[in-house]
């Protein structure tokens, strides 16, 4: 049982070395984008499923009240948290338009949208956003395995940060860092440095 648990925390780390060889541009040009809007007026919105639902939802809390310093409230909404609205929609609708339903009631042109999926084939991320980019909103796309259907409606401003896994605990766990990051560099671009 202790190699298990072992193994589990070295795929773990093995993960992430890999990530860090390929992904800190992404995260960065993704944090420079969500910086852009943010200091335009613009707001951030989030969605996933299961597990992305969770990241969505951490990853707006960050903003909305904090991350490792003292700073004003930025404007982020997860569209997985309101049961209400997600339950109306997938019963008179489509689970499939949970989010796109919201995107377009709520999004703005120079808005971001952060869609996150594991395997970038979730028929309402994909719905999300086809809407985000009819509201004129650009997108970050956390992605793992091949990007799915997501990687190929993405438009050239957009980014994807794919994690090169195929397990979806890890691409989640590099998910959850990648976040972290750009919630840390959001921070220092509008914040200067926290030292």
Do not use: W
């Not at 589990?8 to 390929?22: T, W």
């Not at 992904?23 to 852009?36: D, N, Y």
Request: glycine fraction near 6%; proline fraction near 4%.
């Amino acid at each position: 049982m202790l190699d298990h648990i072992t193994n589990h925390f070295s795929d773990s780390i093995d993960a992430k070395i890999r990530a860090a060889e390929d992904l800190p541009p992404l995260i960065a040009q993704a944090a420079e984008l969500m910086v852009h809007s943010l200091v335009n007026e613009g707001k951030i919105l989030a969605c996933g499923n299961g597990g992305c639902a969770a990241a969505a939802q951490h990853f707006t809390s960050e903003l909305l009240n904090r991350f490792e310093r003292e700073r004003p409230s930025l404007p982020a909404i997860s569209l997985t948290a309101d049961t209400s609205t997600l339950t109306s929609i997938a019963n008179d609708y489509s689970y499939n338009e949970v989010f796109s339903k919201q995107i377009r009631a709520l999004g703005q042109p120079g808005d971001m949208l952060l869609a996150i999926s594991t395997s970038g084939h979730s028929p309402n991320i994909i719905q999300a956003i086809q809407a985000a980019h009819d509201r004129e909103m650009t997108v970050i796309a956390l992605t793992g395995m091949d990007g799915g259907n997501c990687a190929r409606l993405l438009h050239p401003e957009d980014v994807e940060i794919r994690v090169d896994n195929q397990v979806t605990a890890r691409i989640q766990e590099v998910h959850l860092l990648t976040l972290h990051c750009i919630c840390d560099l959001i921070d220092e671009f509008l914040f200067g440095n926290a030292e």
